[in-house]
């Protein structure tokens, strides 16, 4: 129900934007977010975009990534500049908390996952 794409191969500060797209469900009311597991790692929660608009970024994406979403087009975007090599991971977007007022931090609370998109930076 959730496809994430836009991963790939790029250099050190580089950009690449992920989109997560939603089928047969509509991300209105759903706080969406962004998670990331390199290998070896646990999963790691990147960012957030509450169903009321409220955007926050997690581990050290501050300042460098941004969250957006086009209610039109069903789609969340995961805007990625100054790409680092410890950027490396898989990316997945998750879907949860219908119209919950706080946000989630484990990706055990969210009910819809999208299948990964790898992003790979090189040095």
């Known amino acids: 129900q959730l496809q994430a794409s836009g991963g790939g191969l790029v250099q050190a500060g580089g950009s690449l934007r992920l989109s997560c797209a939603a089928s047969?469900?509509?991300?209105?009311?759903?706080?969406v977010a962004w998670f990331r597991q390199a290998p070896g790692k646990e999963r790691e929660l990147v960012a957030t975009?509450?169903?009321?608009?409220?955007?926050t970024y997690y581990a050290d994406v501050k300042g460098r990534f941004a969250v957006s979403r086009d209610n039109a087009k069903n789609t969340v975007y995961l805007q990625m500049d100054s790409l680092k090599p410890e950027d490396t991971a898989a990316y997945y977007c998750?879907?949860?908390?219908?119209?919950?007022?706080?946000?989630?931090?484990?990706?055990?609370?969210?009910?819809?996952w999208g299948q990964g998109t790898l992003v790979t930076v090189s040095s």
């Open positions: 998750a879907a949860g908390g219908r119209y919950y007022s706080g946000t989630y931090y484990r990706p055990s609370e969210y009910n819809y």
């Open positions: 047969g469900r509509t991300f209105s009311g759903y706080t």
């Open positions: 975009i509450h169903w009321t608009g409220g955007i």
